[in-house]
């Protein structure tokens, strides 16, 4: 239930960003949003499909359409987060430190 609420408030603020015309003018952001079905084997096989573009991702394989990924935001548990970071590191996709990320205890 709390991934769940956490999804719904990155929905509602993404779309509360879209709608103003003066918080991000000429810029619309997108999400995409993965479950990882509470597994370190499903958050990394979601992270692979995020960095590749594909549903059944190919490692080193890229196919994106549109606009390029900027962000991902990991799962609340430590345990599957740092499991996706080495992943991510691993394609030199930027990692903000840990202590500078907001957290919604």
Not at 45 to 50: K, N, V
């Amino acid at each position: 239930m709390w991934g769940y609420r956490v999804a719904q408030s990155f929905v509602f603020a993404i779309e509360e960003i879209n709608r103003s015309a003066h918080l991000l003018p000429n810029l619309t952001l997108g999400f995409s949003i993965r479950n990882s079905g509470d597994s370190v084997h499903g958050a990394l096989y979601e992270t692979m499909g995020f960095l590749t573009g594909q549903e059944e991702p190919i490692p080193n394989y890229t196919c994106q359409h549109g606009s390029p990924q900027a962000a991902l935001v990991g799962d609340t548990r430590s345990s599957l987060s740092v499991s996706m970071a080495r992943l991510l590191g691993l394609y030199k996709f930027p990692q903000p430190w840990r202590d500078y990320l907001v957290q919604f205890y």
